[in-house]
């Protein structure tokens, strides 16, 4: 009841001052237009037409929703909104002035003073709204200065464009945060000692370490929407030199509608500083949301970090229903758990089951009836794979082999294969399951209705057992971090980036096609380190790193094409086509059959012994013990 009361009183406060404001403006327009002698029977005029405007004015002001502005956050969208309800009351006198008989004169106002009461009323209700709003923001600034002196924060805004300009919006009205905009860094000439939201350009990126002295700089932001990973290297290695931390806001693709939240603002991150720009895909496309809209999708593996992030943005794209099967209970519950009421559209299906059992997929194909597969299961750990060699065969050829036969059986639309670039010429186990695989899609492609396609990327960025988490575990202990070889370099995406592709070649892969991303030049696992040592707080001399020798299986560097293989584009960029090869293979059936009957005698010397008669590329090493 209180609370109301004091909305109650706080809004006939703004009414009073408005009819103050407007009374003042028409007043002051007869005022002007007769030099300060206003005729009786103008006189008259104004009184009789004075609390009728008065009150339209206030009446359009409730009707457009003004008074429910909230002075503090006025912005130039609701200083529209006033002009609006401006307008009709202005209008409506022109239209009097110029239609109406000669003998109604009381309604007859001058032009002259109609255009300077519009004028002044607008001047004057957008100004004691933009003072009150610099009032409040000073007050609290001060508040906050008296109070918190001891932990207000100095800051340099890296980029004086959009996005710097939301940036600096958002911390003035957020003045509890304890942010003081010190100033701008931006490297184009022009906006040199330029203003923006009273906050000056000071200088460019080389002048970041003179201004953090002068200053006392505490932390700078990165506020360039569309920023190459090479300019964060380079501006994260100048903040760093200059010893104070760095943040970034997001990239374009996580801003929401445009504005920039105190919120997103982030610790700059190891994708940040790829040896290349992140490949910004859109699969909100209407070609891949009319390809996925109202569709039952099964994804295989889906409790893994592929998976899951394929089954939330296909979510975005409104599937009917979305199946989920994987044999590992608690991933399976974790990603059910969140996808579950984010759309009441979307059926969610959580089913536990091992791809290795036919029987079992077998009825989840008569029940669910998907129109669309997606298979990311697989065992992918390279050196562990080196030594459960038959295990690898059975979950990722035997259990590619089944879904496809069954995709064929049951007339699916479309199936995506998940590979690898260890599948290019490989020397490991894993890489070799992954390219007969492929061949596998190839050979059923070519004899079946079903549109088959693979999707083949590099290392993913923050995957389970990848690089960069087990990178994470050695620097918070200090060290040391265990590199294989200080030669290693490797192709680097975002899981995002891994899943935009998988979803996009989802809606025009077929025949087979192995469709590849454009992924830039390799990344030096030494640099990726150094990188992260650093994001981490350390410097590179405060956490070792210890090479300790390649493991079994692994490359020095991966390929993403064999020489066989031509590139074509496709109609996204930054992703093309590998077609299909001539394979000097007779029977890939008959050496996938032998293959499953080797894993299941538990015959990893057999299984190696095709790896290197088939026509797969394989330049493993393996030896008996792994």
């Given at each position: 009841?209180?609370?109301?009361?004091?909305?109650?009183?706080?809004?006939?406060?703004?009414?009073?001052?408005?009819?103050?404001?407007?009374?003042?403006?028409?007043?002051?327009?007869?005022?002007?237009?007769?030099?300060?002698?206003?005729?009786?029977?103008?006189?008259?005029?104004?009184?009789?037409?004075?609390?009728?405007?008065?009150?339209?004015?206030?009446?359009?002001?409730?009707?457009?929703?003004?008074?429910?502005?909230?002075?503090?956050?006025?912005?130039?969208?609701?200083?529209?909104?006033?002009?609006?309800?401006?307008?009709?009351?202005?209008?409506?006198?022109?239209?009097?002035?110029?239609?109406?008989?000669?003998?109604?004169?009381?309604?007859?106002?001058?032009?002259?003073?109609?255009?300077?009461?519009?004028?002044?009323?607008?001047?004057?209700?957008?100004?004691?709204?933009?003072?009150?709003?610099?009032?409040?923001?000073?007050?609290?600034?001060?508040?906050?200065?008296?109070?918190?002196?001891?932990?207000?924060?100095?800051?340099?805004?890296?980029?004086?464009?959009?996005?710097?300009?939301?940036v600096v919006k958002e911390l003035k009205q957020r003045v509890d945060l304890g942010f003081h905009?010190?100033?701008?860094?931006?490297?184009?000439?022009?906006?040199?000692?330029?203003?923006?939201?009273?906050?000056?350009?000071?200088?460019?990126?080389?002048?970041?370490?003179?201004?953090?002295?002068?200053?006392?700089?505490?932390?700078?932001?990165?506020?360039?929407?569309?920023?190459?990973?090479?300019?964060?290297?380079?501006?994260?290695?100048?903040?760093?030199?200059?010893?104070?931390?760095?943040?970034?806001?997001?990239?374009?693709?996580?801003?929401?509608?445009?504005?920039?939240?105190?919120?997103?603002?982030?610790?700059?991150?190891?994708?940040?500083?790829?040896?290349?720009?992140?490949?910004?895909?859109?699969?909100?496309?209407?070609?891949?949301?009319?390809?996925?809209?109202?569709?039952?999708?099964?994804?295989?593996?889906?409790?893994?970090?592929?998976?899951?992030?394929?089954?939330?943005?296909?979510?975005?794209?409104?599937?009917?229903?979305?199946?989920?099967?994987?044999?590992?209970?608690?991933?399976?519950?974790?990603?059910?758990?969140?996808?579950?009421?984010?759309?009441?559209?979307?059926?969610?299906?959580?089913?536990?089951?091992?791809?290795k059992n036919q029987t079992r997929l077998a009825q989840i194909f008569a029940k669910n009836k998907?129109?669309?597969?997606?298979?990311?299961?697989?065992?992918?750990?390279?050196?562990?794979?080196?030594?459960?060699?038959?295990?690898?065969?059975?979950?990722?050829?035997?259990?590619?082999?089944?879904?496809?036969?069954?995709?064929?059986?049951?007339?699916?639309?479309?199936?995506?294969?998940?590979?690898?670039?260890?599948?290019?010429?490989?020397?490991?186990?894993?890489?070799?399951?992954?390219?007969?695989?492929?061949?596998?899609?190839?050979?059923?492609?070519?004899?079946?209705?079903?549109?088959?396609?693979?999707?083949?990327?590099?290392?993913?960025?923050?995957?389970?057992?990848?690089?960069?988490?087990?990178?994470?575990?050695?620097?918070?202990?200090?060290?040391?971090?265990?590199?294989?070889?200080?030669?290693?370099?490797?192709?680097?995406?975002?899981?995002?980036?891994?899943?935009?592709?998988?979803?996009?070649?989802?809606?025009?892969?077929?025949?087979?096609?192995?469709?590849?991303?454009?992924?830039?030049?390799?990344?030096?696992?030494?640099?990726?380190?150094?990188?992260?040592?650093?994001?981490?707080?350390?410097?590179?001399?405060?956490?070792?790193?210890?090479?300790?020798?390649?493991?079994?299986?692994?490359?020095?560097?991966?390929?993403?094409?064999?020489?066989?293989?031509?590139?074509?584009?496709?109609?996204?960029?930054?992703?093309?086509?590998?077609?299909?090869?001539?394979?000097?293979?007779?029977?890939?059936?008959?050496?996938?059959?032998?293959?499953?009957?080797?894993a299941e005698r538990s015959q990893d010397e057999e299984i190696v012994r095709c790896f290197r008669?088939?026509?797969?590329?394989?330049?493993?090493?393996?030896?008996?013990?792994?």
């Amino acid at each position: 009841m209180k609370f109301h009361f004091k909305v109650l009183m706080k809004d006939i406060n703004q009414f009073c001052i408005d009819a103050i404001i407007f009374s003042f403006s028409l007043f002051a327009a007869y005022l002007i237009r007769f030099e300060g002698i206003i005729p009786g029977i103008v006189l008259k005029q104004f009184l009789t037409l004075l609390p009728y405007i008065v009150i339209a004015r206030i009446v359009l002001f409730q009707i457009f929703s003004v008074y429910k502005i909230v002075w503090r956050y006025i912005s130039i969208q609701d200083a529209l909104r006033m002009i609006k309800g401006l307008l009709p009351v202005t209008g409506l006198l022109s239209l009097a002035r110029y239609l109406l008989p000669a003998k109604l004169f009381m309604l007859k106002v001058p032009i002259s003073i109609i255009v300077l009461e519009f004028l002044l009323v607008t001047l004057g209700t957008l100004g004691m709204r933009m003072i009150r709003r610099i009032w409040a923001e000073s007050a609290a600034r001060n508040g906050l200065t008296q109070e918190r002196q001891e932990i207000i924060k100095k800051i340099l805004l890296i980029g004086a464009g959009d996005a710097g300009n939301l940036v600096v919006k958002e911390l003035k009205q957020r003045v509890d945060l304890g942010f003081h905009v010190v100033g701008f860094i931006d490297d184009d000439p022009h906006k040199l000692s330029t203003v923006i939201q009273g906050i000056r350009v000071l200088g460019n990126s080389a002048a970041i370490p003179r201004l953090a002295g002068k200053y006392k700089i505490d932390e700078a932001i990165i506020s360039i929407a569309n920023a190459s990973s090479r300019d964060i290297r380079n501006l994260v290695e100048i903040c760093e030199g200059a010893g104070i931390k760095v943040r970034i806001i997001p990239g374009l693709f996580e801003l929401l509608d445009g504005r920039v939240t105190v919120n997103a603002i982030r610790e700059v991150k190891i994708e940040d500083l790829l040896g290349r720009n992140i490949v910004k895909m859109d699969p909100r496309r209407s070609e891949v949301v009319q390809h996925y809209r109202g569709r039952k999708i099964m994804v295989t593996g889906a409790g893994g970090s592929i998976g899951s992030e394929l089954c939330r943005q296909l979510c975005m794209l409104k599937p009917s229903e979305i199946v989920l099967v994987d044999k590992d209970e608690n991933s399976i519950f974790e990603i059910d758990n969140e996808l579950q009421g984010r759309s009441a559209e979307i059926r969610v299906v959580p089913l536990i089951a091992n791809i290795k059992n036919q029987t079992r997929l077998a009825q989840i194909f008569a029940k669910n009836k998907p129109d669309i597969i997606f298979h990311a299961a697989a065992h992918k750990h390279v050196p562990l794979m080196e030594r459960n060699v038959s295990e690898a065969i059975l979950n990722n050829v035997k259990g590619t082999v089944e879904l496809a036969r069954l995709a064929d059986l049951h007339h699916i639309e479309k199936f995506i294969f998940i590979s690898s670039d260890k599948a290019v010429n490989p020397t490991s186990v894993m890489g070799a399951t992954k390219r007969i695989g492929e061949m596998i899609i190839q050979d059923i492609a070519s004899k079946s209705a079903t549109q088959f396609s693979c999707v083949r990327f590099g290392n993913v960025l923050g995957s389970r057992g990848s690089v960069i988490p087990l990178f994470q575990k050695q620097i918070a202990r200090g060290g040391p971090v265990t590199i294989t070889h200080p030669d290693m370099r490797r192709f680097f995406m975002s899981i995002s980036e891994a899943v935009q592709l998988i979803i996009q070649a989802g809606s025009i892969g077929s025949n087979g096609e192995i469709l590849v991303l454009d992924m830039g030049k390799m990344v030096p696992i030494v640099g990726l380190a150094k990188d992260l040592i650093r994001l981490s707080g350390f410097n590179e001399e405060d956490v070792e790193i210890r090479f300790t020798g390649l493991r079994p299986g692994e490359k020095l560097y991966e390929e993403i094409l064999v020489d066989q293989e031509r590139d074509q584009t496709t109609t996204f960029e930054k992703i093309f086509i590998a077609p299909p090869t001539e394979s000097d293979l007779v029977d890939i059936q008959k050496w996938v059959e032998t293959l499953i009957g080797a894993a299941e005698r538990s015959q990893d010397e057999e299984i190696v012994r095709c790896f290197r008669e088939m026509n797969i590329g394989y330049q493993g090493k393996w030896r008996t013990n792994g």
